[in-house]
């Protein structure tokens, strides 16, 4: 494929969420840039992944799946469901005019036009970048917190990036990693840090767009919180991969609770 052809169809897409390098000096323009996910892969501490199988839960536009192909995993599956049923350029659009309007946004998949599991629109990146890389990455679109898991499988490392703050539910939501993953699941989260509480087992609750201004966003764990859930899951250790304790920024020093963004191996 020609590094025109490529690019030609990279713009097809209305919405990129990761920046995807597809050669020939192509890379998509991503909400979240080059930098901020080769930082993101730095903080997941990624292991030898030749001949291991991975999982990739949330997959988006499969930066992460095609990441560990590329590394020599075996076998990637790419699990998504919530993010490739949704019309990304119009949500994005919803979200931003909220979110400068300082108002709370109403569920994206209630809005009309929002929402097609049928058609999966938002799967359209994953697909492209699927296609242009020549890949092999397997792919399944399925509720996480719903998909039986004999469906999925069993594999060495799960990827569980940015997903634990958005499940209602986030322990059931550990309990079923934990069925998924032979030897250790990768969690990506936001996260609180308090100073003299931090031996305490939290979570923080988000009644409505405090996170992010993103009405999807529901808990933010502790270290010690999300470690006590992952045992209690089915896990026998976990240890940060990320800066711990964080440095507190500027705005993170002017409230108690410092919120930041959490990389933890869950060990079976």
């Known amino acids: ?45 990624l292991p030898d992944l030749n001949g291991k199988t991975v999982l ?11 990441t560990a192909e590329e590394l020599g995993a075996s076998r990637v599956m790419a699990l998504d469901h919530y993010v490739w049923s949704m019309n990304l350029s119009e949500q994005q659009r919803y979200y931003e005019k909220c979110k400068e309007e300082n108002r ?11 929402w097609n599991p049928g058609l999966l629109p ?15 990455v397997e792919q399944l679109a399925g509720d996480f917190m719903t998909i039986d ?34 030897e250790f699941a990768i969690i990506e989260t936001a996260a609180v840090y308090i100073e003299k509480h931090e031996n305490a087992g939290l979570f923080e609750f988000y009644e409505s767009n405090e996170l992010g201004a993103d009405v999807g966003n529901w808990f933010s764990p502790n270290l010690t919180g999300l470690a006590k859930a992952c045992r209690a899951a089915g896990f026998k250790d976990v240890k940060p991969t990320s800066a711990y304790p964080p440095v507190p920024s500027a705005a993170m020093k002017n409230s108690e609770v410092y919120k930041y963004r959490l990389t933890v191996h869950a060990y079976k």
């Open 1 to 45: 494929m020609t590094k025109t052809e490529k690019q030609e169809l990279i713009e097809k897409v209305p919405f990129w969420y990761h920046s995807i390098d597809c050669g020939d000096g192509v890379v998509t323009e991503g909400a979240k840039s080059h930098a901020t996910l080769q930082n993101e892969l730095k903080n997941m501490a």
């Open 56 to 66: 990739d839960v949330g997959a988006w536009d499969g930066f992460f799946s095609f």
């Open 122 to 136: 938002g799967k359209m990146g994953f697909d492209t970048a699927h296609r242009i890389k020549n890949s092999s």
């Open 149 to 182: 898991p004999i469906d999925v499988g069993l594999f060495d490392i799960v990827f569980f990036l940015g997903i634990l703050y958005h499940l209602e539910e986030p322990f059931r939501g550990l309990k079923r990693l934990s069925l998924f993953t032979r």
């Open 104 to 114: 709370v946004p109403r569920p994206y998949h209630l809005i009309p036009g929002h």
